[in-house]
């Protein structure tokens, strides 16, 4: 017997702007500047229970991420009122109908429904496989941009192949007015501050960073984890496959290149030792960086080696599908 409880919920939501960085708080997300508007965690959503029916809810924490996603359904219907000329949205799914200020969005089997609007994006848009991977980028960006979608648009390639196919039928890469990178289903951000890095070479940190978050929309998305509990299994996972890629796109180099960046972050801690599987609350946030980042990638990599690298990329495609 199937019970079915529906909750309806009217609220109104206070847009905060985006708070400066600051070394004693995270970056916000949530928000807006004088260039975007970012929904995240907008609406009220239910947490999954764990095995034994408790709420997996977590105390949110200065780094690292805290909240876990059950899959659902979503409808939603946006009305854009006395918009700037020329906002567009960018959003986790494609729209369904769109016109001039309205847009209709559904998707299901999904973690979380985001979207961010600006007059100022400079969209790029790819095909691949009937995938629609789109970047939205800050004008003065959009070199960097055009390589974030290529980059990007290379790594759904090589995980579909390894992996599975890619989950969704879009891929949306935002470029972002606060200082960090961040995941989500079907979009992720990457801060301003990767693009005013790129140097115009492939083997940089805007390389890394947009193929670590395409990843997490195979290890965060589709196989879900509790991020504050064991954030090994999504963002030491999502490095590992980043090492992968480099490798696969930039050759022996590439792979040495990026292999020695995570040796060198994981060397950055005093203590070394620290295990890679942790809670989010048991690193200080050097520690975090180091070993969930730097450690958790050459331990995946070292069990590569021992197991063989086809039979351990087996082992992750059984993974996953299972």
């Known amino acids: 017997m199937r019970l079915t409880i529906e909750i309806k919920l009217d609220f109104l939501l206070t847009i905060p ?10 970056p916000g997300i949530y928000g807006y500047s004088t260039v975007q508007t970012n929904l995240v965690d907008w609406y009220p959503f239910i947490p999954p229970l764990s095995e034994n029916g408790d709420w997996l809810l977590h105390d949110p924490w200065f780094y690292g991420e805290y909240l ?3 899959l659902s359904n979503f409808y939603v219907e946006i009305e854009l009122i006395n918009a700037p000329p020329n ?37 790029e848009t790819k095909q691949l496989n009937g ?36 989950p969704r039928e879009n891929l949306t890469i935002v470029e972002a007015d606060f200082l960090d990178g961040m995941e989500y289903d079907g979009l992720f ?21 947009a193929v670590h978050e395409t990843a997490h929309q195979w290890w965060y998305t589709k196989i879900a984890n509790d991020q504050a509990l064991e954030p090994w299994l999504d963002e030491a996972l999502t490095q590992y496959l980043t090492l992968l890629y480099f490798r696969d796109s930039y050759g022996q180099g590439g792979y040495d290149g990026f292999r020695g960046y995570l040796d060198e972050r994981w060397r950055s801690v005093e203590d070394q030792d620290m295990p890679i599987g942790l809670p989010v609350a048991a690193y200080d946030e050097d520690e975090y960086s180091a070993i969930v980042y730097g450690k958790g990638p050459l331990f995946f990599e070292a069990l590569a080696k021992e197991m063989g690298d086809e039979v351990f990329t087996a082992f992750l495609k059984d993974y996953y599908q299972t």
């Open 17 to 26: 702007p985006l708070p400066p960085p600051a070394d004693d708080r995270k």
């Open 68 to 70: 876990v996603y059950d």
């Open 87 to 123: 906002t567009t949205i960018a959003a986790s799914s494609i729209p369904n109908t769109h016109d001039e200020n309205s847009y209709v969005y559904s998707t299901s089997g999904a973690r979380n429904f985001v979207w961010s609007l600006s007059p100022s994006y400079v969209i």
């Open 131 to 166: 995938i629609t991977i789109s970047t939205h980028t800050f004008p003065f960006h959009q070199q960097a941009g055009s390589h974030v979608l290529e980059e990007a648009s290379k790594a759904v390639e090589l995980y579909s192949r390894l992996f599975s196919p890619y």
């Open 189 to 209: 951000f990457l801060s301003r501050g990767f693009y005013n890095l790129f140097d115009n070479t492939p083997q940089n940190y805007l390389t890394a960073i």
